[in-house]
C-alpha cells in the first residue's frame, strides 16, 4: 500500500489536477466509491469518502477527516469549510473521478493553522480513464484472462485477472494526466523487450515482431523458435540473464523499455521490483492459465496490440482456430489419453484436469484419464504417486510421456527404464506409446497443430505429425 501511496505522490507532484467532466457518463444520484486512495500527511488522520454524488455531470465527494481540527480545504482555486460533525471534520467537495488530484487541507492542531497536502483518487462507474472517450473493445472469443478497451486517439487499456492494468499510450501521444495510481503506463513504440516469458516468444515470432525483442531471459541454445536462434547468432537478440537473476545494467545500457515476464517472476518478487524501480514496466504473462487451448492462443492479440500488428495476430489466430475448430466438430473417438512425465524422484507429474492439455485431448476427440484424482480440478501440473497414477491410467488407450519438461525418450524400453512399472499398461502391449517434442511449450502459436497430431494419434495415423512422435 506504501508504495501506490507514494505512486499517487509522484503523480500528483508531476501532473496537476485535471477537473473537467468530473462525472461524465455516470447518471445523477449518490453513489458509493468504488475505490478511494490517499495519501499525505503524517499518517495519524484517517480520511474517508463515503459516498459521491453527480449533478448535471458534475461530481461532489463527500471527504471525512477523522480529526476535528481541520478547518478548511482546497483543491486548485476553490476553498471549501468544513461541516464539524460525530463522524469528523466533513467537507463537500467538487471532484473529478477516476484521476488524481491534490487537496490542500488546514488544519488548527498546531499552535498555527497549518496547510497539509494530500492526494487522493475516487473511481467510480464506467468512466473512462482520465477522461478519455471509449470507442470499444477487443473481440476474445476464448481467452479469460485478460481484456482490452480501446479508447479515442488510438490509446488501449487493458486489465489482466491479477489485478494488473495498463494503459498503452500510442507513438506521439501524450500519457493522459490523473491515471489512476494502479495503471502501468506502456508508451509505443514498445522494443528493446526484455523476454523471459518463454511460451511467448513464438507469438512474438508468428506476428512479425521479433525485431522488438533485444534481451531475451533464455539462452540461445534453450530456444527451438528457429527465428529467435537465429536472431541470438546474429546478435540481435542478446541474452540479459534468467528471470530470477536479469542483468539491471544490461537493461539499463538496452535502454529496455517492456519486461514480459512468465509467473515464474512471483516467485521472485523483489526482482520485479527492482525493475521496476528502474523505470522498466513489468508485464506477467498469464496465457498458460487459459482452461481452452485457443484462450493461450489468443494472447497473440495482446502482443499484437502492443506491438502495433494487430491485424497480423488476427490472421494468426483465426487460421490456428478454424484448424481446431474442424477437428473438434468431427466428434469423440472414445479413446483413453493419460499425459504424463516422471520426475527422477519416481513421482509422476500429469496435467490439472482443467488445463488446456486436458482440453486438447478432448478437442481432438479422446478422453483425458486425470479427472478424478483429489486436487485434479486445476489447470496446471499436478504431482501424484506412482500408485495413483498406476490405477488411473494403467489400462489408457494411449500414453503420452511429457518430453517438454523431462529428458526425452527415443524407445520404449527406455521410457521402461524410467519406470518399470510402465511395462504392465495396455499402451505399452498394444503399441500406443507417444512422446512429445520438446518445443512444444514454445510453441504456442501452432496450438491448432498440436491438436491435429493428437487426433491423428487417436484415428491410427503417425505420418505429419510435429509435436508428437511414436516410441517403438
Given amino acids: 500500500m506504501k508504495k501506490v501511496l507514494a505512486f499517487v505522490l509522484l503523480l500528483a507532484l508531476l501532473m496537476p489536477a485535471c477537473m473537467c467532466e468530473a462525472g461524465s457518463g455516470i447518471a ?22 463515503p459516498e459521491v454524488s453527480v449533478e448535471n455531470g458534475a461530481a461532489t465527494a463527500k471527504l ?80 479469460r484472462g485478460f481484456s482490452v478497451d480501446y479508447y479515442e486517439g488510438g490509446y ?17 501521444k501524450e500519457t493522459p494526466e490523473g491515471l489512476h495510481p494502479s495503471v502501468t503506463v506502456l508508451k509505443q513504440p514498445l522494443d528493446n523487450i526484455y523476454l523471459a516469458a518463454t511460451s511467448a516468444m513464438s507469438l512474438f515470432d508468428a506476428v512479425g515482431a521479433l525485431d522488438t525483442i533485444r534481451l531475451s531471459g533464455t539462452q540461445q541454445d534453450g530456444w527451438y523458435v528457429e527465428n529467435a536462434v537465429k536472431a541470438m547468432e546474429n546478435g540481435d537478440i542478446i541474452f540479459a540473464g534468467k ?23 512471483l516467485h521472485t518478487p523483489q526482482v520485479m521490483e527492482l525493475i521496476r524501480l528502474l523505470g522498466i514496466p513489468v508485464f506477467i504473462d ?33 487460421a490456428q482456430a478454424a484448424q481446431v475448430e474442424a477437428i473438434d466438430s468431427k466428434g469423440g473417438s472414445g479413446k483413453t489419453v ?17 488445463d488446456y492439455i486436458a482440453r486438447s485431448i478432448e478437442l481432438a476427440g479422446g478422453s483425458y484419464v ?34 517438454a519438461i523431462e529428458a526425452p525418450v527415443s524407445n520404449v524400453a527406455e521410457l521402461i527404464s524410467v519406470q518399470p512399472l510402465l511395462s504392465d499398461f495396455r499402451a505399452v502391449s498394444t503399441g500406443n506409446v507417444f512422446c ?17 497430431d493428437l487426433g491423428k494419434m487417436l484415428s491410427g495415423e503417425t505420418e505429419g505429425m510435429m509435436f508428437l512422435n511414436k516410441l517403438n
Wanted: aromatic residues 12%; hydrophobic residues 40%; charged residues 20%.
Fill in 436 to 452: 512429445t517434442h520438446p518445443s512444444l511449450y514454445q510453441s504456442t502459436d501452432k496450438i491448432g497443430t498440436f491438436i491435429d
Fill in 156 to 172: 488501449a487499456m487493458i486489465s489482466v485477472e491479477d489485478g494488473e492494468t495498463y494503459l498503452v499510450v500510442p507513438e506521439g
Fill in 338 to 354: 493419460a499425459f504424463f512425465s516422471v520426475k527422477p524422484d519416481g513421482t509422476v507429474t500429469v496435467r490439472g484436469s482443467e
Fill in 64 to 143: 471525512v477527516f477523522s480529526s476535528r481540527n481541520y478547518t478548511s480545504v482546497r483543491i486548485d482555486a476553490d476553498s471549501y469549510e468544513a461541516e464539524v460533525s460525530d463522524e469528523g471534520a466533513v467537507f463537500f467537495v467538487s471532484v473529478g473521478l477516476n484521476r488524481a488530484f491534490t487537496v490542500y487541507a488546514t488544519t488548527v492542531a498546531m499552535s498555527v493553522p497549518h496547510e497539509i497536502e494530500y492526494q487522493m483518487y475516487i473511481a467510480l462507474g464506467d468512466v473512462a480513464p482520465a477522461g478519455l472517450r471509449r470507442t470499444g473493445s477487443m473481440f476474445l472469443r476464448y481467452a
Fill in 370 to 403: 486425470f479427472t478424478s484424482i483429489e486436487g485434479q480440478e486445476t489447470n496446471a501440473s499436478v504431482s501424484v504417486t506412482m500408485e495413483t497414477f498406476y490405477m488411473t491410467a494403467k489400462d489408457a488407450d494411449y500414453i503420452i510421456y511429457n518430453s
Fill in 286 to 318: 498469464r496465457s498458460s492459465s487459459e482452461a481452452h487451448p485457443l484462450g493461450r492462443l489468443e494472447w497473440i492479440k495482446l502482443y499484437g496490440l502492443l506491438t502495433g500488428r494487430e491485424a497480423e495476430a488476427e490472421n494468426v489466430f483465426e
Fill in 28 to 49: 445523477d444520484g449518490t453513489y458509493v466509491p468504488e475505490e478511494f486512495v490517499f495519501s499525505g500527511g503524517t499518517g495519524r488522520v484517517t480520511i474517508t469518502c
Fill in 243 to 265: 528471470y530470477s537473476t536479469p542483468d539491471f545494467e544490461l537493461l539499463i545500457r538496452e535502454h529496455c523499455r517492456l519486461a514480459v515476464e512468465s509467473m515464474m517472476i
